[in-house]
């Protein structure tokens, strides 16, 4: 294992020196955190990973430590999920450069992602994505990527590295991404001749008021997913009061739904929230709202492991339909009700209740639809 002491600085709170700082039913007493050395990840099924960055925004310092606001909200919540084991390894060390802080964070998460662990981190702004996505790159790992955010980075005119980073992501080559989605963008932010060129790339974007009308709709896309980015933009100010992009977006129940979905999966390996402006937060609100999302992250990984493997076929309902002469099989979780359909190719894809449904009534499912044009 590659050491990684260099590239990490340890978790810094108050609280942690104190003995009656927690108590026993809350997360700081159950995580391996990284206070003097790093902690044995032998055990652990998600890792934490603070990064500070801000200058990819156009913010050279802030006054607060973002990752630190989150922990201490996150550290105060109860720990329910006594079969997920949690280690915090704390911060990437900030670099002379942005590029330098982007190679430390690809280096650890490459580390972490060999490891088979999921890595979770708590960022900065959000073109630390790319440096994610680096990181399976040099792994040579074909991924499906999701953004959740109220707007497309694909402003190459902008000087600002988080308005751009999905330009080098999506377009540089060689390209490891088989496949992007987008959910949560905000219509009023978006160029039309933008989601025409993602559509031509048959990518998947979904505009706001379609994930609030449909949310459960998202949960089949973003258990596809390898690697998921969300930026708070995508949150209502309201709701984390850190996000001056927008009064309006997600709720954050709805933020902590797609966080759920997100540790439902099995093919996720790295969870990214950035955007945390901490200087900008409201009586802590935008924090304890980030690491409500964790804890239900949590929640979702838990929930996971109940979920039987796709070829014991006795932990399925299997229905064969046909529609417009194609004969598939749709298979329906006994333990956690999730949907999968059968492809032509014979491999099953992530499907909701729905696609079954349009399947039954001879509809070509729009998923299974999208999916074909891909191949």
């Given at each position: 294992?590659?050491?990684?002491q260099?590239?990490?600085m340890p978790?810094a709170l108050p609280?942690m020196d104190e ?8 997360f ?5 955190i ?8 032998s055990?652990?099924?998600?890792v934490?990973?603070?990064?500070r960055?801000?200058?990819g925004a156009?913010i050279?310092?802030v006054?607060?430590d973002?990752?630190a606001?989150?922990r201490k909200?996150?550290?105060?919540l109860?720990?329910w999920?006594s ?5 915090d390894?704390?911060d990437?060390r900030?670099?002379a450069s942005?590029a330098d ?17 999921t890595v979770l ?5 959000h073109?630390l994505t ?17 953004g959740i955010?109220?707007r497309?980075?694909?402003?190459g ?9 999905l ?5 540089t ?7 992007y989605?987008?959910i949560?963008f905000?219509?009023?932010f978006?160029?039309?001749r933008m989601l025409?060129t993602?559509?031509k790339?048959r990518?998947?974007?979904?505009r706001?008021?379609?994930v609030?009308e ?5 949960e089949?896309i973003?258990?596809s997913?390898?690697?998921l ?5 995508a ?6 009061p ?5 009064p309006n977006?997600?709720?954050?129940e709805?933020?902590c739904?797609?966080s759920?979905y997100a540790?439902?999966?099995?093919h996720?390996g790295s969870f990214?929230?950035?955007g945390?402006h901490?200087?900008?937060d409201q009586?802590?609100?935008?924090a304890?709202?980030?690491?409500q999302?964790i ?5 979702g990984k838990s929930?996971s492991k109940?979920e039987a ?7 399925f ?11 598939t099989i749709f ?13 032509p190719?014979?491999?099953f894809?992530s499907?909701s209740y ?5 399947a ?15 191949n």
């Open positions: 294992m590659l050491d990684l260099d590239f990490l978790v609280e003995e009656s700082g927690y108590t026993d039913g809350q700081a007493k159950h995580i391996a990284h206070v003097q050395e790093i902690p044995d990840l055990e652990a099924d998600i934490l990973l603070g990064v960055e801000m200058r156009g050279p310092q006054a607060k973002g990752p606001e989150v909200e996150f550290y105060r109860h720990y999920h079969d997920v084991r949690i280690a390894l704390g990437i900030t670099g942005l802080t982007h190679a430390a964070l690809k280096t650890v998460l490459q580390e972490l992602i060999q490891m088979g662990k981190i708590i960022g900065g702004s073109d790319l440096a994610q996505y680096e990181a399976y790159k040099s792994l040579n790992q074909v991924i499906e990527a999701t955010d109220a497309i980075n694909l402003r005119e902008s000087p600002l590295r988080s308005e751009n980073f330009l080098d992501m999506l377009t080559e060689p390209n490891m991404v088989r496949h989605n987008h949560a905000q219509s009023y978006v160029h039309p025409e993602m559509d790339l990518f998947d974007c979904f706001v008021g379609v609030r449909r949310i459960e709709e998202m089949p973003i258990r997913t390898n690697l980015s969300f930026d708070i933009s949150i209502r100010h309201s709701d984390a850190a996000n001056l992009e927008s977006g997600l709720t954050g709805e933020a739904m797609l759920r540790g439902m999966s099995t996720l990214g929230i950035y945390f901490p200087d900008q009586h802590n609100l935008t304890r709202q980030l690491a999302m804890w239900y992250f949590i929640d929930r109940q493997s796709l070829d014991d076929r006795s932990a309902y299997e229905y064969h339909t046909a529609f417009t002469e194609v004969d298979l329906q979780s006994k333990k956690t009700n999730r949907w999968w359909m059968q492809m190719d014979r491999r894809v499907c729905q696609d079954y449904m349009k039954s009534l001879n509809e070509i499912p729009e998923r299974w639809l999208r999916i074909q044009e891909r």
